[in-house]
């Protein structure tokens, strides 16, 4: 039994390795601790910060998109950053990411009862997430027009009219 239990473990091993291995793409960082939390998100590298992100934000905004709607029980990371997570780059924001009106023309985007509901889940339950596991602060018009929004990770259109 003990030959079982040593290749079961050996098995799930390997799996769980090539899993975070094709999430996280290249690791110029290996040994890179996701739990390591003296180090800032800003001031990761780039392998601590693809560790981070698999391992505490994928799950924790996972749960969060998958209580709003039930088909982002598939979310990975190309969810977010699209083709960016097969060549590496993971760059935000994504052109993959559905791209949100001008500001110009985003009240009338907002009449589409669907744009609404969306625009107030990301709002109310996603900006504020993501900024605190990000530590950046979270968009204020008024007070911080620089903080977490929309734009970290959908495009904008130009406006067409």
């Known amino acids: 039994m003990k ?11 390997a799996c769980l390795g090539l899993f975070v291995a094709a999430c996280a793409g290249s690791d110029s960082d290996p040994g890179t601790d996701p739990d390591k939390e003296d180090v800032a998100y800003d001031e990761m590298s780039f392998g601590e910060r693809a560790a981070y992100m698999d391992a505490v934000v994928l799950p924790h905004m996972k749960e969060i998109f998958v209580a709003f709607d039930a088909k982002f029980e598939r979310m990975e990371c190309k969810t977010c950053h699209g083709s ?24 009338a985007y907002l009449e589409d009862p669907e744009h609404l509901r969306w625009t107030q889940f990301m709002a109310d339950q996603v900006w504020p997430e993501m900024a605190k596991l990000l530590e950046q ?16 990770c959908h495009t904008i259109k130009s406006g067409v009219n």
């Open 3 to 13: 030959r079982t239990s040593d290749t079961i473990t050996t098995c799930l091993s």
């Open 84 to 107: 960016g997570a097969a060549n590496g780059t993971f760059a935000m924001p994504s052109a993959e990411v559905p791209p949100l009106p001008p500001p110009e023309e985003f009240e």
């Open 137 to 152: 602060p979270t968009y204020d018009p008024e007070t911080n027009p620089e903080g977490f929004s929309c734009s970290n």
